[in-house]
């Protein structure tokens, strides 16, 4: 297979559990246990030093383990959003079979406009662009907001672009790997799902159009790890 062209990437909006299960990277993961019984609130997620995210998709569960010392600013975003119920009903719109699929514009149009303003800081690439790594998409140097996608191979030439891995699978690869990638990449290369239409119109576009695509029925928080005692003040 041609490698894709790595502009694809450029979009313009822009331990965990040790065993393999569904298919995950299993990379090390935090010593401590995860804690259920921290208050799971906005402020407690994102200070935290990494967070298990569960996203409930119409192929199954996928479990995610987001990573504050992988990503700060990255992890803390999505942290964010998660516990917002911003990717409540978010299609995977971008599902290119072989190498990643892509997510985070919201169902609804007024969501999305108003995250789509609120760009983070870049971080430093600390991970490689492993299969099963979570990561931003971006459109330019400090332009994450919300959309992230998953490496359904080992994408190792985006770590010199700056794609920092926020995070990785850790159970439901397989249902990663399920998800609908029939319709391909968006225009102006391919007849795909094109983003600003998904914006402006939101889950009524992609629903009249490309009903095929898998989304995601909710996504939870539903595990953390404190940060260390020492890490607090960050």
């Known amino acids: 297979m041609r490698p894709r062209p790595l502009r694809l990437l450029l979009v313009p909006l822009a331990a965990v559990a040790c065993a393999r299960a569904g298919g995950g990277t299993g990379a090390a993961v935090a010593s401590a246990a995860p804690r259920a019984d921290i208050a799971l609130s906005a402020e407690s997620i994102v200070g935290a030093d990494s967070v298990l995210v569960r996203l409930t998709t119409t192929r199954g569960d996928v479990d995610l383990v987001v ?17 917002a119920g911003y990717y409540d009903g978010a299609r995977f719109f971008r599902a290119l079979r072989g190498f990643v699929v892509q997510f985070g ?14 760009a983070i800081p870049d971080d430093p690439v600390t991970q490689s662009n492993r299969r099963g790594s979570l990561v931003f998409a971006a459109g330019g140097p400090n332009t994450r907001t919300v959309q992230l996608f998953i ?10 672009l700056g794609f920092a891995p926020v995070g990785e699978v850790v159970a439901g690869m397989d249902a990663v790997d399920a998800l609908y990638t029939a319709y391909g990449e968006g225009p102006p290369s ?19 159009e490309f009903p095929l695509l898998d989304r995601i029925v909710r996504a939870r928080v539903v595990r953390a790890w404190p940060a260390p005692a020492s890490d607090a003040s960050r």
């Open 67 to 83: 990573r504050r010392h992988w990503a700060p600013a990255g992890a803390a975003r999505v942290g964010e959003a998660v516990a």
């Open 105 to 118: 514009i919201a169902a609804d149009t007024a969501m999305s406009a108003a995250w789509r303003a609120r």
């Open 151 to 160: 490496n359904l191979r080992d994408n190792a030439r985006l770590d010199a």
């Open 190 to 208: 391919g007849s795909g799902p094109n983003q600003r239409d998904i914006g402006q119109q939101g889950e009524a576009y992609l629903a009249r």
